[in-house]
């Protein structure tokens, strides 16, 4: 870089402030962009944009729908993506987020030139998360899926700019060096809570770093380390379970929970009358390998189902269990371990796609734990169609079943506190109790209900609360605090840091 050129010593995003602060800025941008849309044009092939808008199509198209199981790529999104890997650019290939990225911005600069941005257009959060991109780019459908599709909808929806970075620093970090005051948020996957952000933010040495402030960490769970600043900077996708009174045994963190709202809302969601719906219980899971404990967190005996069913049957004669399972294992997997069967009891109407999936919910009288997945999605889709959630859970050595603040483990964290008839917390291997749960839920009726937490209007306000944060403020009262030797954070990681 030469030191001649005061120009050359700007970051770019410095160089296009001086020049949206010129009085003939809106005149030089026209051009800017013109040009940039004929050089563009002039190295696409046609088949290549059309390729692109139906990518984009085939996006917001499968994004409203609901596999109910971790991976189902469309076949729009399949044919479309081929079509994007014909155009002669071998970096197009598995890279569409950039395409996708490159396009909001070129939106962002036009806007930005006439003047008619939307209202929060000019705020951008950055996903620079793996998760993220496999949810909006290869129709992902996972907790974190849901997850990452619940932010984008709600930034979107209040005229955020969200932008793909998949997990790659050094592209990130190249997007935000255009637009550093642009960028309010940059979310990260990060491990090992501090270290692969660390070269990238500001610091003395790298003045046009991502300030810390800026960077969260994305973590599902509400559990977990925290990033080099505090607890604060991690966002999740559950609540913490535990009170701030309650501190103590497991402690409070502070995390900042963002989760979503649950889709469709509550008007929109089929609804199946109570009397309407066969004596039938629904088992969550995907994976015959969730019933194998060197696979899975096990609640139950492979033999309960059976039995179960045999007994319930004298009282409710036409009671069945229902469940969609496969085997996900690779071939050479199965054949080392053998066949890991559905135990039996459970009659599998594999496989089901989105619409299938809810209806199935909508037709069971309750949806039944049996361990893993955890803090899934799929308890809320259930409550919300009027189906009451089994959960199991482990007593810690010292704890007693009747303290939910003295489980080890529950299927699902945030439903510990929550009480029959929505969520029957049976503790696991209880025989006994799975059946009386079961047996009552049979017979219980229940309102459909969602979480006032997990409404549109909610997640809207946590994005606006977290978006719209003085995060600089909060960070330089921490490092104050923390040079005078007075740490308000929790968690070994937390570190100095350049604000
Ligand atoms: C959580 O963090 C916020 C922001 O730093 C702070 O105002 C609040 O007091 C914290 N709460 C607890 C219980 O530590
Ligand atoms: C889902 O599956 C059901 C039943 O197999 C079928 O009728 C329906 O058309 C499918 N829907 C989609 C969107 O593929």
Not at 293 to 311: F, G, I, Q, S
Not at 467 to 472: N, P, T
Request: with cysteine; aromatic share 14%.
């Amino acid at each position: 870089m030469s030191r001649t050129s005061p120009h050359l010593h700007l970051p770019p995003a410095a160089g296009l402030r001086r020049l949206l602060a010129h009085r003939f800025a809106p005149v030089y941008l026209a051009i800017v962009i013109l040009v940039t849309v004929l050089l563009v044009l002039g190295h696409q092939t046609e088949a290549g944009s059309t390729a692109l808008a139906s990518l984009h199509a085939a996006i917001s198209k499968t994004a409203s729908s609901y596999s109910g199981s971790s991976y189902a790529g469309s076949p729009e999104y399949a044919a479309a993506a081929a079509k994007i890997a014909a155009i002669p650019d071998p970096l197009a290939i598995h890279q569409n987020f950039k395409w996708y990225t490159d396009a909001k911005l070129r939106n962002l600069a036009a806007c930005m030139a006439k003047g008619d941005c939307p209202a929060n257009a000019a705020k951008v959060v950055i996903f620079n998360c793996w998760y993220c991109y496999r949810a909006i780019f290869e129709n992902y459908w996972g907790g974190e899926g849901v997850w990452c599709r619940g932010m984008k909808a709600s930034m979107e929806r209040q005229g955020y700019t969200v932008l793909y970075t998949n997990y790659d620093w050094e592209y990130a970090m190249h997007i935000y060096r255009q637009i550093p005051d642009l960028v309010v948020a940059l979310v990260s996957d990060d491990d090992k809570y501090n270290s692969p952000a660390k070269p990238y933010l500001r610091s003395e040495k790298n003045p046009d770093g991502l300030p810390a402030w800026k960077h969260f960490r994305f973590n599902y769970y509400a559990e977990g380390g925290g990033t080099r600043i505090g607890d604060h900077w991690v966002i999740t996708c559950e609540p913490e379970w535990i009170e701030p009174e309650h501190e103590g045994w497991p402690s409070f963190r502070n995390f900042s929970y963002i989760g979503y709202s649950l889709e469709p809302q509550l008007q929109d969601t089929r609804f199946i009358p109570f009397e309407e719906r066969p004596m039938r219980a629904y088992v969550l899971g995907k994976h015959q390998t969730f019933f194998y404990e060197d696979h899975a967190h096990v609640a139950w005996k492979r033999d309960t189902y059976k039995r179960a069913l045999d007994e319930i049957r004298k009282d409710i004669p036409d009671f069945e269990f229902v469940g969609a399972f496969f085997d996900e294992r690779g071939d050479d997997e199965k054949k080392k371990e053998g066949p890991l069967p559905l135990p039996e009891g459970i009659r599998n109407i594999y496989p089901l796609n989105a619409t299938a999936f809810d209806d199935a919910l909508s037709s069971a009288r309750m949806l039944v734990g049996i361990g893993w997945p955890t803090a899934s999605p799929s308890p809320y889709r259930a409550l919300a169609r009027g189906v009451p959630f089994l959960s199991p859970f482990k007593v810690r050595d010292d704890g007693i079943a009747e303290d939910p603040y003295r489980w080890s483990d529950s299927q699902h964290d945030s439903l510990r506190l929550v009480e029959p008839p929505l969520v029957y917390n049976v503790e696991e291997f209880d025989y006994n109790g799975f059946v009386s749960a079961i047996k009552t839920a049979m017979v219980t009726p229940i309102e459909p209900y969602v979480f006032p937490r997990m409404t549109r209007a909610a997640m809207d306000e946590r994005i606006r609360a977290w978006l719209e944060a003085d995060w600089e403020s909060e960070a330089k009262y921490i490092l104050a605090q923390r040079k005078a030797g007075h740490e308000t954070q929790k968690g070994d990681w937390v570190e100095m840091f350049d604000l």
